[in-house]
């Protein structure tokens, strides 16, 4: 069984366009987030939710906005689609802050 | 200067070898020290945590320098299978906010 699932897993769009990714986990994790990985595979924390409440948030244009309607669900959506937001987006979970169980990633080209 | 360091490599070393690699940290507050291992274009994994006391995990082990704010994995007998980028983290605050290296590349030749 897949532990963390993200969809989907590849993402190829104009840029100015909106769009979402989703992700899920089944391990009864209280903390979800995601991470972005460029081109120089730094992995760099975006956000963080703890039992749905925004625990972290890294400076992000606000054109990424996280949404956790459960425990077990967070979604990114971003707006307006730069060039520059071309990378693998990560999700990932853990039990009150401890071991990160990552999705297997979301590869986001923006033309 | 970068919060974790990591030399990118690649190390290219021959199967049956012992590599070591270093990582070093910025902030002398890092409580919690993890290596991770990425295979390419795949999601990272938890390889072990590193402990104060360093500690093994068959053939890896890790070792923590708090005074020179270092942290190092060695890998002895090294396989194919241990090709992949070792990515070293760090904790400063918590173990919510971890800050990532950049990661070393292994390959493996047989």
């Known amino acids: 069984d897949t532990a963390v699932s993200q969809t989907p897993k590849y993402l190829v769009t104009q840029m100015g366009n909106d769009k979402s990714i989703k992700c899920e986990q089944n391990?009864?994790?209280?903390?979800m987030y995601w991470y972005k990985q460029d081109s120089k595979k730094f992995l760099k924390i975006m956000f963080s939710?703890?039992?749905?409440?925004?625990?972290i948030n890294e400076t992000v244009p606000n054109r990424f906005s996280p949404k956790s309607p459960d425990k077990a669900h967070l979604n990114l959506h971003i707006n307006s689609l730069e060039l520059g937001d071309s990378a693998v987006y990560f999700c990932?979970?853990?039990?009150?802050?401890?071991?990160?169980?990552f999705g297997p990633g979301t590869r986001l080209t923006v033309l | 200067r970068k919060e974790v360091e990591q030399d990118p490599g690649p190390f290219n070393v021959p199967e049956g070898a012992t590599v070591a690699f270093n990582c070093t940290y910025s902030?002398?507050?890092?409580?919690?020290f993890f290596w991770y291992r990425q295979d390419c274009r795949k999601e990272p994994k938890l390889l072990m945590s590193?402990?104060?006391?360093?500690n093994e995990d068959g053939r890896f082990t890790a070792q923590l320098n708090r005074a020179s704010q270092y942290i190092s994995l060695l890998i002895r007998d090294s396989k194919l299978s241990d090709s992949a980028t070792y990515l070293c983290?760090?904790?400063?605050?918590?173990?919510?906010?971890?800050?990532w290296g950049a990661g070393t590349k292994l390959i493996i030749k047989p």
């Open positions: 990932a979970s853990s039990a009150r802050g401890n071991t990160q169980y």
């Open positions: 391990l009864g994790h209280d903390t």
């Open positions: 939710y703890n039992n749905k409440e925004l625990i």
């Open positions: 902030n002398s507050a890092s409580q919690s």
């Open positions: 590193v402990y104060s006391s360093g």
């Open positions: 983290v760090a904790g400063p605050y918590s173990n919510y906010q971890l800050i």
